[in-house]
Structures are given as C-alpha cells and as structure tokens.
C-alpha cells in the first residue's frame, strides 16, 4: 500500500486523522488478506479477488471496510475494483438486517437453529434473552430439544457479537480460539491475543484471517466496559 501518500490525499480532502488511520486500516486489512490467501500484493488484485474477500467478512466489516478499499484503488486509478468495492458496499447497507440472526453464525447446526425458530428464537438478542442464565439454558434446551452444549454455544456466540466488528466470522474465530467470552477477551493483552489468534488460523485453517493490531486492541477495550448480561456459572 503507498500508504503515506494516501494518508497526505485523504487529509488534503479534509477527513480527520481519526477517519485516515480507519480508511488506512479497511485498506491493510485487504492486503492482509491477498497477501496471506491469494499470493498477491495489493494494485495486483482483480476483481475476482474482491468478490471472495467478502467470503471471510461479516456484513457488517464489509460495509466498512469496503468504503476504504474504494476510496483507496479509486486514489491509485484502479477504476473498476473501486466501483465494484462501491457497489458492494452499497448493495451490503441495503439489505444489512439489524438484528443479527443465529443462522448467520458459522459452524452450527442448521438442524437446531430450525427447532429455535420454531419457538420464536431466532436472533443473538433473543437467545441472550432466553439463555441469560443456567436455570434459564436448561429450560429452553428442555422445551425445545436442543443440547444444552448447542444452547451454550450460541449464547457464546450472541455474547460475543454484543461487540462492535464481531459477528458471524469475528464471533467464531474467537470461541474457536478458546476466547468465548467477553469476560476472557477482557482479559487478553493485544499482541498475546494477536499472536495467538494468527498461530491458531496458521494451525487451523480458520476459513477468515486474524484480525489487525488496531482492530484487536479496540475489540479488548470494549470488552473491558461491555456490561455483562449472562450467568455463566
């Protein structure tokens, strides 16, 4: 990334360096990600290689990290990828749905997910509601057949995504990892939690990328204020 002279153009349009480092971020998070999956640098990338970097974004990271992606490859005269990153984005914040649903987590059971919807739960906020404490898990898992593992882990899960950037893919990365609460990521020092995260998607094969320095950091910092609002002893 020229990220220097990028960094001069968007002041010189007045954005505030607080808007710049997050611009700059949406843009080293893509090159992360063509670097590590694809093989490539940055002004190689095609518009295939765009398309499938949404498949390890959440909805809500694509609508912002698409914005700097544009703004970035419209700066160095890559026309087309800076619309297609545009139209994206656009199509992205038409259809975001606000309520985060339980089948938007990776990795769970389709199955139990139906046997939730079938008694009205079917977002993060509801199984929070509904799974907020142990006596309250065992009924639900009681009434509607789930496994009270399966319970446990979507509360985890809808817990987590309580936070800013982690959703679907951020969520599952880090309950995979071992960090399944908001309690424990509050605890991570940054680069411990970093290092780990990056070895565990090395070791894994995690389908996604560890998340950057920056992004780490912020993530912690929320999770130290967050209010708890689940029992989970």
């Keep these: 990334m020229r990220e220097q002279d990028f960094r001069q153009a968007l002041r010189r349009q007045g954005k505030k360096n ?13 090159e992360s990600y063509l670097k590590e999956k694809r093989g490539k640098a ?6 295939e290689d765009l398309s499938t970097y949404l498949a390890v974004l959440d909805p809500e990271e694509v609508k912002l990290k698409m914005r700097g992606v544009a703004i970035y490859y419209s700066f160095i005269g890559k026309g087309k990828l800076a619309a297609l990153a545009r139209d994206i984005r656009q199509q992205m914040t038409a259809t975001t749905r606000r ?19 079938e ?9 929070l509601e509904a799974g907020k404490t142990a006596k309250t898990r065992k009924e639900l898992s009681d009434k509607t057949g789930v496994p009270d593992n399966v319970i446990m882990e979507l509360v985890k899960l809808s817990d987590l995504s309580r936070l800013e ?20 990521l509050s605890d991570w020092e940054p680069d411990e939690l970093l290092v780990m995260l990056k070895e565990f998607v090395a070791r894994t094969g995690f389908n996604g990328i560890a998340p950057l320095p920056k992004e780490v950091r912020g993530t912690i910092n929320r999770a130290k204020t967050l209010p708890r609002v689940v029992e989970y002893e």
């Design 18 to 30: 607080h808007v710049v480092d997050g611009l700059v971020g949406h843009v080293a998070h893509f």
């Design 42 to 47: 940055l002004d190689k990338a095609t518009e």
């Design 99 to 117: 309520t985060f649903k339980l089948r938007d987590f990776r990795g769970v059971d389709l199955d139990f997910i139906l046997m939730l919807e």
């Design 165 to 184: 950037g982690v959703k679907g893919i951020r969520a599952r990365l880090y309950y995979d990892a071992g960090v399944d609460t908001v309690e424990k």
């Design 119 to 127: 008694m009205g739960i079917k977002s993060a906020d509801s199984i």
